[in-house]
């Protein structure tokens, strides 16, 4: 029928009869835009997946899984305000280019749908209207932006490749005031390629885990609640009282993915891409979590030493006199990190404070108020606002040893007594890596601490003319996604406790 003539029909109705017939025409219509699926998973783990009621839901393994989708899929059909995360803004593209596939054909038929090219924002206007934002995390400051902004539903995009810590506090605003809208966090990943994302494993010990006395299936829920700044596995998700607080264990579950559980990948020859892959990588690509990855020659200290150390590591120190390895912020994206060795051997855990709270030198010094009291050794990086700290320190009658990382090693030596330094920053990595050997270093232990880990098994180094050379700590930083802080205050501290002022002069 042409327009006109169903126009002419229309003029003609009663009045009543033909309002209600547009309305009833309008309803359908919206109820047909409305109902059309924006995503559906596709059948095994994804749907699975989909479906889970936990709060807390880890996903992969294999590459090509169906990751992203499920991140999106969730987001733009279950959940009312969304955020999906990866650490570096770049890496996001393909997961937007992605969203542009899923959502754009809907919004053909909607178009109150938009994407927001500036803010990054898709706004979805089905049911109810769906808010999806895309964020990155690079810095451990960057987190503070997304404070105070709630979001039912919260996506880690490759989630081996944030610290820990930023991902638990972006989960503390994983909350709605949506009546019957449930919360949930997702988390996607493949097993971790190096230190930095090894925390995955541990948290998600009962499926991941091979060691767990009560190892979980895909899909199992368990419960765990912060206790006393601790995470405890509790048997059930009811409240429980904690002093003169009540308590609610929130819970935790993970489902493997293998790309034949994707068929628009598999039957693209991607799986044959990997096969070409070499070992390690090949095996981690494909989801397993036990393939263990090749040492690198050129690790200055080996992860299996640090993890021995942190092994050895007890709640108590050996002793009570200790010193000390500062590490200043030398900008708003560091942490000043504080490293206090006791005994010789045994580093408490390693105390930080933001770039923003330490702005200049006696700002820093304060924080070490009670070391000086207590007659501690202090070692400063004096590289930057290092020089006002020590100043600060030396104004006030500290020990203190100044330590400039990028000066020269002198005539020092490796144990051997054949390799020398291009720097002291050099040396005194190399200083600790010597007393990490398991077979013939001091017994030293750290903390159980997975950022200290990262820091510590990152450096790089070369054989140069002039002695051994440490990767530039700016590239260290790019890859980590942040500056070894943690690292370099053990470091420090492990220096100051083998060479006093004097032994530093007479190189």
Known sequence: MTPQPFLNILSEMPPTLRDQMLIEAWEAAQTTTSSAPVWTPQAGPQTAAYNSTADVIGYGGAAGGGKSDLLLGMAGTKHRRSIIFRRVFPSLRGLIERSREIFTGVAETHST???????????LHRDVERIIEFGAVQHDQDKKKHQGQPHDFIGFDEATEFPQPIVRFLMGWNRTTAPGQRCCVLLTFNPPMDEAGEWIVSFFAPWLDPQHPRPAQDGELRWYAMVDGKETERPDGDPFEHGVETITPRSRTFFRAALADNPALASTGYGATIDALPEPLRSLLKGNFAAGRTVDPWQCIPAAWVKAAQAR?????????????????????????????????????????????VPNGPS???????????????????????????????????????????????????????????????????????????????GIALPPDQELLADLCSARYELKPSGIQLEDKGDISARLGRSPDRGDAVVLAWWTALFSASDLIAW
């Open 364 to 442: 820093a010094a304060a924080l070490l108020t009670k070391d000086i009291a207590a007659g501690a050794a202090i070692g400063v990086d004096v590289i930057g606002i290092g020089a006002s700290v020590y100043d600060s320190l030396a104004d006030n009658s500290a020990i203190v040893q100044a330590i400039n990382f990028g000066a020269g090693a002198g005539n020092l030596t490796d144990k051997s007594g054949r390799l020398k330094f291009r720097n002291v920053r050099a040396a005194a990595y190399w200083k600790l890596r010597e007393a990490l050997d398991p077979d013939h270093g001091e």
């Open 313 to 357: 590591w007890t709640e108590e120190p050996p002793a009570e006199w200790y010193v000390v390895g500062a590490d200043p912020a030398r900008g708003g994206g560091d942490n000043m990190a504080i490293a206090r060795m006791y005994g010789g051997r045994w580093y408490a855990p390693i105390e930080t404070h933001p770039g923003a709270a």
């Open 113 to 123: 749908d938009s994407y927001n090219e500036s803010l990054h924002v898709w706004r």
